[in-house]
């Protein structure tokens, strides 16, 4: 048995998770990964990571900004790796619509924060949407300045459809910066939804 230990301190959800899970993916049965994190919701996110994995998990507190959580990899968690899920497969009819560049509404700083971060999360699952929408203000998500390219990048480069309203490129003068993905229109828009087996409105 070995440890491995992941410095995941001043990282912003979920990437705390996300760096677990690699290292988890990558540990040997029996070897232990231990997280050391600066908040309590990511020892909560951890734990239920490891319960997703059926591992056992122990939290310490050390001070208020200062815990580590210690995920030991079973036999369950290698079966799951084995299992023969190809990562990032993409899901026929698994539509991913934004309509906003913010993730809920009430501080618009937070929810820029959300928003970056739901769209990393995505790069990071097995299963990816087969098609993503982006309109109104979320059509700034697809240009440039965008703090989410890369990981759209990565993910049209991985077989996700990235769309963006060229009614709202229009309105908003950035027909001219679209860097990811190309441009569609309501009709298609509409089509992508209403056959969607999927859809997610984050």
């Given at each position: 048995?070995?440890?491995?230990?992941?410095?995941?301190?001043?990282?912003?959800?979920?990437?705390?998770?996300?760096?677990?899970?690699?290292?988890l993916a990558e540990a040997a049965v029996g070897d232990v990964v231990r997280v050391l994190i600066d908040n309590d919701v990511a020892v909560n996110n951890l734990k239920n990571l490891a319960a997703s994995l059926k591992c056992t998990a122990t939290d310490e507190k050390f001070a208020d900004d200062d815990f580590a959580v210690s995920i030991e990899k079973g036999e369950a968690a290698q079966e799951a790796a084995d299992c023969g899920c190809m990562p990032m497969a993409i899901e026929p009819n698994r539509v991913v619509s934004i309509g906003s560049q913010y993730m809920g509404s009430g501080n618009d700083e937070l929810g820029a924060i959300l928003m970056k971060?739901?769209?990393?999360?995505?790069t990071q699952q097995d299963v990816l949407p087969q098609t993503m929408l982006f309109y109104n203000s979320g059509a700034f998500l697809t240009c440039e300045g965008s703090e989410s390219l890369e990981?759209?990048?990565?993910?049209?480069?991985?077989?996700?459809?990235?769309?963006?309203?060229?009614?709202?490129?229009?309105?908003?003068?950035?027909?001219?910066?679209?860097?990811?993905?190309?441009?569609?229109n309501l009709y298609v828009t509409a089509e992508k939804q209403l056959n969607a087996s999927v859809i997610v409105r984050p």
């Open positions: 048995m070995s440890m491995v230990e992941v410095d995941a301190r001043g990282q912003q959800c979920p990437i705390p998770v996300v760096r677990a899970k690699k290292a971060g739901f769209i990393f999360a995505l990981d759209l990048r990565t993910l049209e480069a991985a077989g996700v459809e990235i769309l963006t309203c060229g009614t709202c490129l229009n309105h908003y003068e950035m027909a001219e910066k679209l860097a990811v993905g190309g441009v569609t």
